[in-house]
């Protein structure tokens, strides 16, 4: 049982001998109690025994893991390191991508300048002073209210279409002294006007007169204006 026993039997005896001496004479080392029991009480589920990797000479050749590592190690560190992982990818994900653009408003074009529709071409600081050619009552002298039907001259400087309206400024000043504000009235003729050459364009307007509250007669500023 001396270090110089064995030392002779390994150089004298063949390697059977030598292999049965030592399974009969040397017995094995006894593990501690507590490793023992922590190995062998130790109770998985099927489908996570399944899922562990199993030992394999090329892989531990190759630098892998063995096969030894208690349970602990599959249950807590890959469960830390995917769920950093996630995380880490989440966080990536949510910089690394831009903000998406907002889409360009497109540009408006107007179906009037298609068409050719010509609108504001005058203002109420530079209006077009026109001359009145026919102002006509429609309306009896027995009739609730008069409406008047009456054409004015535009040389052909103020062109408009079917539907359109024109702003009338009414003479004088209102009752804080400043020129009266625009208003705005239905055409009445068409394009090419009452007498077809495209040069007037008629109004048909109703005169405004009514009492108020306080027993006043009130008269509309722009349509007694017209008629």
């Not at 004479?25 to 109690?33: D, E, G, H, R, V």
């Not at 279409?161 to 055409?187: F, M, T, W």
Request: proline fraction near 8%.
């Amino acid at each position: 049982q001396s270090l110089g026993h064995h030392h002779l039997l390994l150089t004298s005896s063949p390697f059977h001998s030598l292999r049965r001496l030592l399974s009969s004479q040397i017995p094995p080392p006894n593990p501690l109690p507590h490793r023992t029991s922590a190995l062998h009480t130790l109770t998985m589920p099927a489908q996570l025994t399944a899922a562990l990797p199993s030992y394999s000479p090329a892989a531990k050749a190759a630098g892998g893991s063995s096969a030894s590592c208690t349970a602990s190690h599959f249950l807590s560190y890959p469960t830390r390191r995917l769920r950093n992982g996630v995380r880490a990818q989440v966080s990536t994900t949510e910089t690394a991508e831009p903000a998406p653009a907002a889409p360009a408003k497109p540009v408006k074009i107007s179906k009037k300048q298609d068409e050719g529709v010509v609108t504001n071409k005058y203002r109420p600081k530079e209006p077009y002073v026109g001359r009145c050619l026919l102002n006509t009552r429609l309306t009896g002298d027995n009739a609730p209210g008069e409406t008047w039907h009456m054409v004015f001259s535009t040389e052909g400087e103020v062109p408009y279409r079917e539907g359109q309206s024109i702003g009338v400024i009414a003479d004088g000043e209102d009752k804080n002294g400043k020129p009266h504000k625009l208003r705005l009235y239905s055409i009445a003729s068409s394009a090419l006007g009452d007498f077809g050459d495209s040069k007037t364009v008629s109004l048909c307007v109703k005169r405004l007169v009514y009492t108020n509250d306080a027993g006043e007669v009130v008269k509309g500023v722009c349509s007694n204006f017209l008629c």
